[in-house]
């Protein structure tokens, strides 16, 4: 049974012979019906479906449509449903969608599944719950309002007569659905805000957790790709005949981004394709070094950029200033390097496409395999496996490309199977930037005219030119843009600096590099006006009394103002809400040995992300973030020389390690506002708190990632 469309959304049910109560719940906007036919991306124009189904055994499995990449949203998100369910967590089973147009958008980044989901999932969850109440009061004939729900039962409060939901689920399909289901207080709540373990932990534990190199297909073979290594060349000629008669070669194959060699295993792929001689058509980057990158940015800062944001007269209050100051910071391309190396499994039929791939986009895999093979979208199913690190890299399908095309070539299933050499010289990089700041400061110490030049490229751009032709894509802004500070003149500009390097996605993005700049700055300011680094932030955060709550309780926590450890240092930094809609402080403890080596000993973290569905994945992404930012702050750089990047392994791209994680505490604003993101904003801010935190220690100021001495 289809319900007419409302303008606020509509819910679906459909009952059949041994599944008791299928319910879906969808968002609406206005004119999604053209746009879901449409090439764009389905991210900006409606918000994604969940799926409850109800066995006659009492079984509550809930479908989603996210992608697991250990954010825990396998978890989250069937909180969220069964709380408005009064769901029985123990008899909950979660279920992975197949890429579908009618989950609305299944893109998962931004720090957005959440925060999207949370009202339509609670209205799915309310709208069953309601249904399966109104079944037992009409099974006992008494009216609605004599019955409770709770754990997965509904119970006839005067005799104390129960009904499990099992029992009435193919009753309560029949029912008309409700639009608008009374939603719980969060008082109420009895499973969002606890401490639930992630379902995915014990398949994680025992081995069975499906990661998509672990696909196997009946007849597939193994491929790796080999690759010209300078950015946008080509294959120009290439000597198969050695590879060819290597153990286990089955075919070799030229494809849009190289020479694909199939095997029985991958280290036999890995072997013959060594052994292929090619003559690369090197292209126009042959010669680009990260010195040209460089003095390119420098002098991109001297123009004057496009306008993202501006207040007062900035001119006019510099003039003025009893004092000004002015600096520039510079930060590198980063590779993604997650742990899982890209892969994907492919299996081209003349009426299919099959694909098993760690994806955060199962839609875009859908499109672009579609495409490539001419097949409409129906016949191309995409199972989306659990991701062993996305951070970004995974919203790409370079990797999908491949593996599409290489089984077409070869009529077989196959998997494409990168190593970490592919994995680092072959990414879409986090973007290098340049950010060229200046402040006046008045008498009294305080910010009168404040100005920040972003100089960078633009990913939005890369992806979609027409779209950028007035010079400002503010995702290269976002950290830079709406600072919580009570400065009366700002201006922020922005100056595209395109570069052959591709570039994509990497977790917080543009924050990553913008609070770098904005809060090493700031703290700048704070010296210069001979303030406390966080009294100087705090007495600029009238106008902003959600951020300043979140600074205090950050600066509290670390014992802000007492004396630190002997041989420590304590820096603060504080990262706005941005694109993912919370706003995060953190305090770095930090001592600098004799030989100049940066240590991080602790870091305090405050956040406010609305009510925390489960604090323990809130504490988990904020370790996560903050692992994830060290490693750019004190190792991260990836290098260009001949067109080619310099770095191959992780012996010259080194990961933090476990002896250099320091102790996190993480402390989360208790709130009651609907969710926003936490898999990002952990990341911003640890680089400036590390950086002031140096300059606490030595005098010295460090402008420039990684951070060194």
Not at 222 to 233: E, K, Q
Request: net charge neutral.
């Amino acid at each position: 049974m289809t319900l007419p469309m409302t303008r606020r959304g509509f819910i679906v049910i459909t009952a059949g012979v041994g599944t008791g109560l299928v319910l879906g719940a969808y968002a609406y906007r206005t004119g999604w019906l053209k746009r879901l036919f449409s090439k764009s991306d389905p991210a900006a124009d409606f918000s994604p479906a969940t799926w409850i189904r109800i066995g006659k055994d009492g079984s509550v499995t809930i479908t989603v449509a996210k992608s697991e990449m250990g954010q825990g949203i396998r978890t989250a998100l069937p909180m969220i449903v069964a709380e408005e369910l009064d769901a029985d967590w123990a008899s909950v089973r979660v279920e992975q969608a197949l890429a579908d147009v009618k989950y609305g958008s299944m893109s998962t980044g931004g720090s957005t599944s959440v925060r999207t989901s949370w009202e339509k999932l609670r209205k799915a969850g309310a709208a069953a719950r309601a249904m399966l109440l109104t079944a037992a009061a009409q099974r006992w004939n008494v009216p609605p309002s004599e019955c409770r729900t709770e754990y997965g039962t509904v119970v006839h409060s005067p005799t104390g007569r129960i009904l499990q939901y099992g029992e009435l689920a193919e009753e309560a399909a029949s029912f008309p659905v409700p639009q608008n289901p009374p939603l719980k207080n969060p008082a109420e709540f009895r499973i969002i805000g606890r401490r639930i373990p992630r379902t995915d932990t014990p398949d994680k534990v025992d081995g069975h957790a499906a990661f998509g190199i672990d696909s196997r297909v009946e007849g597939m073979f193994f491929a790796s790709v080999a690759r010209c290594p300078v950015f946008g060349g080509t294959v120009a000629s290439y000597d198969d005949s050695k590879a060819r008669t290597m153990p286990g070669v089955y075919r070799i194959v030229q494809i849009d981004r190289g020479i694909a060699v199939a095997a029985k295993t991958t280290w036999q792929s890995f072997e013959a394709r060594d052994a292929l001689t090619v003559k690369w058509n090197d292209g126009p980057s042959a010669s680009l070094t990260s010195r040209d990158i460089s003095t390119m940015l420098a002098t991109f800062a001297t123009k004057e950029g496009a306008v993202a944001e501006t207040r007062g007269d900035v001119e006019h209050a510099l003039s003025g200033a009893a004092k000004r100051l002015s600096a520039t910071f510079e930060v590198p391309f980063l590779a993604h390097a997650t742990m899982e190396p890209m892969n994907c499994t492919a299996h081209v039929r003349k009426d299919s496409c099959e694909i098993w791939v760690p994806t955060q986009n199962a839609q875009a895999v859908q499109r672009t395999a579609a495409a490539l093979t001419g097949l409409p979208l129906e016949q191309v199913i995409v199972h989306t496996t659990l991701l062993g690190g996305g951070f970004g890299r995974r919203s790409e399908t370079d990797f999908v490309e491949e593996a599409v095309q290489t089984s077409r070539a070869i009529g077989a299933p196959v998997q494409v199977v990168w190593t970490r050499e592919d994995d680092l010289q072959h990414d879409f990089y986090r973007p290098v930037s340049l950010h060229k700041l200046s402040a006046g400061l008045d008498a009294g110490g305080r910010p009168v005219a404040f100005t920040h030049r972003v100089v960078a490229p633009s990913i939005g751009a890369q992806n979609a030119p027409d779209r950028y032709t007035n010079g400002l894509d503010r995702g290269s802004v976002e950290g830079a843009t709406e600072m919580p500070y009570d400065i009366p003149n700002v201006l922020i500009d922005y100056v595209m600096a395109q570069t052959p390097v591709p570039i994509g996605y990497w977790r917080s993005v543009f924050p990553s590099q913008t609070v770098f700049a904005l809060e090493s700055f700031i703290d700048e300011l704070a010296h210069a006006a001979g303030a406390d680094a966080f009294e100087f932030r705090r007495s600029m955060m009238d106008s902003s009394p959600k951020m300043k709550r979140v600074l205090e309780l950050a600066a509290d926590k670390a014992g802000w103002g007492t004396p630190p450890p002997r041989g420590k240092f304590r820096g603060i930094a504080f990262s706005p809400p941005a694109f993912f809609h919370t706003p995060v402080a953190q305090v770095a403890e930090v001592s600098v040995g004799r030989d100049g080596a940066i240590r991080v000993h602790r870091v305090v973290s405050a956040i406010d992300c609305g009510i925390a569905v489960n604090p323990t994945g809130v504490e988990a992404q904020m370790e996560s973030g903050i692992a994830y930012g060290m490693t750019a702050a004190l190792k991260g750089k990836i290098t260009i020389d001949r067109g080619r990047v310099v770095q191959s392994n992780f012996d010259d791209y080194p990961l933090l390690t476990i002896g250099e994680m320091p102790a996190i505490e993480t402390h989360i604003v208790p709130s009651t506002d609907p969710p926003t993101g936490t898999g990002e904003p952990g990341l911003p801010a640890v680089a400036p708190a590390i950086a002031n935190a140096v300059f606490a220690a030595t005098g010295k100021r460090l402008r420039t990632l990684p951070l060194s001495l």
